[in-house]
């Protein structure tokens, strides 16, 4: 039985503060639309907002999508006020929703690439049935370093995340929009 948004979440911190994303300088404008592209967590076309706490956090992501994107992003800074987000960090936040590390942070874009489906497309949807607005995902390209992953923002409904650009670093030479690394 699907329940309502955030109703498990009522104990989580609230998410608040200045995030980053690489964007191309093109499509400065839609920064925040969240990427429609297949993600870590993101079906083709299933918008998803990935975010880093930090700008080496952006930088490790980008790792992972060097192909054949622009060499040229731009870094913006995203501030975010979140709730109903669990913490792939935490091993009780991992148990209580049934999700296993090893099924979020296998490698994903090899099997979408064959018609697959990545196991962490599987954890998206198990967060999203019980409500979460999203997630945070820790790095591997370099641990301690973690990300945001929204599933759901500035739709207008009670408890869900709000977000807006509020500057950036032109002229940051990275090779993708979006990331998930």
């Given at each position: 039985m699907k329940?309502?948004?955030g109703?498990?979440?009522?104990?989580?911190?609230?998410?608040?503060?200045?995030?980053?994303?690489?964007?191309?300088?093109?499509?400065?404008?839609?920064?925040i639309s969240g990427s429609r592209s297949a993600g870590r967590y993101s079906r083709p076309g299933e918008p998803t907002l990935y975010l880093s706490s930090s700008v080496e956090g952006v930088e490790a992501a980008m790792i992972a999508h060097r192909d054949g994107r622009s060499s040229s992003l731009d870094i913006v800074e995203v501030t975010v006020e979140a709730t109903g987000v669990v913490d792939?960090?935490?091993?009780?936040?991992?148990?209580?929703?049934?999700?296993?590390?090893p099924d979020a942070i296998a490698p994903?874009?090899?099997?979408?690439?064959?018609?697959?489906t990545p196991s962490s497309w599987k954890v998206r949807?198990?967060?999203?049935?019980?409500?979460?607005n999203?997630?945070?995902?820790?790095?591997?390209k370099s641990p301690g370093l973690w990300h945001l992953v929204l599933f759901r923002?500035?739709?207008?409904?009670?408890g869900s995340p709000v977000v807006s650009v509020v500057g950036g670093q032109p002229g940051f030479g990275l090779g993708v929009v979006c990331y998930g690394a």
């Open positions: 329940q309502a948004r109703e498990r979440f009522g104990s989580a911190p609230v998410i608040r503060g200045v995030f980053y994303r690489a964007i191309d300088p093109r499509f400065r404008e839609a920064a792939l960090r935490d091993d009780s936040a991992l148990a209580e929703f049934g999700v296993d590390l994903w874009q090899d099997i979408v690439r064959s018609g697959g949807d198990r967060l999203v049935e019980a409500g979460a999203g997630l945070i995902d820790p790095s591997r923002w500035n739709d207008g409904d009670p």
